[in-house]
């Protein structure tokens, strides 16, 4: 029996869907990229006329810890990616898997949305807290993003922005070419 509530949700007013572990193991991995696969196939209900583009929702992962034991920088980025490629997922695809946050080793993210050249970057900060600032900051980026876009506007045009916005800037480092 579960503790929490369950609801329904208009799938066109889901931005983002955001999931939540304590430990990131692979099976956790797994789990989530078949649940944004799930994700990703659903369709938007629209009327006929409508023009607006609507964009899918962004899946974010984020742990607090890993179960592994490796201190390589990119550790969970490199088992992410193969647990894509396990399952035949193309890790650049956009808005399919925005990106990943494991608080105590790295937060990893999908740049490049709208273009055709996407690439994954890494966050180059060994600080937990900054790791966990630039996660909200990307996540309300990219909610305001897509919230604009749905609505029929350029998200360049408009003066609102997301709180990423505020914070300064952070060296970032590319881990894959761009993609097209």
């Known amino acids: 029996m579960s503790t ?25 991995l797994a789990d989530f990229i078949d649940a944004s696969s799930e994700v990703a196939k659903m369709q938007f209900d629209k009327q006929q006329e409508c023009k607006t583009k609507f964009t899918k929702p962004y899946n974010i992962l984020v742990g607090f810890k890993s179960d592994a034991s490796s201190d390589e920088w990119d550790y969970e980025y490199h088992r992410f990616r193969e647990v894509m490629k396990e399952k035949d997922v193309p890790p650049e695809l956009s ?35 900054d790791r966990l600032v630039w996660l909200v900051a990307k996540a309300s980026n990219t909610a305001y993003r897509a919230h604009a876009e749905r609505q029929g506007r350029d998200p ?10 505020s914070i300064p800037p952070a060296r970032i480092f590319p881990l894959t070419e761009s993609c097209d």
């Open 95 to 129: 808005g399919f898997i925005s990106a990943i946050c494991v608080v105590d080793k790295g937060f990893w993210f999908l740049r490049g949305f709208g273009e055709r050249q996407r690439a994954w970057c890494r966050l180059d900060s060994d600080v937990k807290e």
């Open 4 to 28: 929490g509530r369950k609801g329904c949700l208009f799938f066109n007013s889901v931005l983002l869907r955001i999931e939540v572990k304590s430990t990131i193991d692979r099976k956790g």
């Open 156 to 165: 360049s045009q408009g003066l609102e922005v997301g709180i990423g916005s």
